[in-house]
């Protein structure tokens, strides 16, 4: 008898964010957030506030040379139910700054496994 194949929409925990990123797109999920002081996060055309905002995953990585070139992926779902991803370098080397870790802060958690 076949294993029913696994349908979910969020990849499993994995080693590399290529592998995420991989997945993320066979599923459709190829849809980057940006962030900007100013604006707030953008994606899919709009422009949120944090509590326009669920992070459903996360995803760590660090770097194999060098411990502190850690790596975080954010999955984000807005109230539409449009599921996206950011990038940033985890902890006080983030991209954006203390604005956005203010920001990300602000937004609820609700880890998804599906």
């Known amino acids: 008898m076949k294993t029913p194949k696994n349908d ?37 055309d709009n422009t949120y506030q944090a509590y326009d905002l669920v992070i459903i995953r996360t995803y760590r990585f660090e770097g194999m040379s060098d411990p502190s070139d850690n790596t975080i992926l954010y999955l984000l779902k807005d109230k539409n139910e449009n599921i996206g991803f950011m990038l940033d370098a985890y902890g006080s080397e983030s991209n954006y700054g203390w604005a956005f870790i203010e920001f990300l802060k602000a937004i609820p958690v609700k880890e998804e496994t599906n």
Do not use: D
């Open 8 to 44: 979910k929409i969020l990849p499993p925990a994995m080693s590399t964010i290529s592998e995420v990123m991989e997945k993320l797109k066979e599923r459709g999920l190829y849809n980057e957030f940006t962030f900007s002081e100013k604006e707030g996060m953008k994606g899919f």
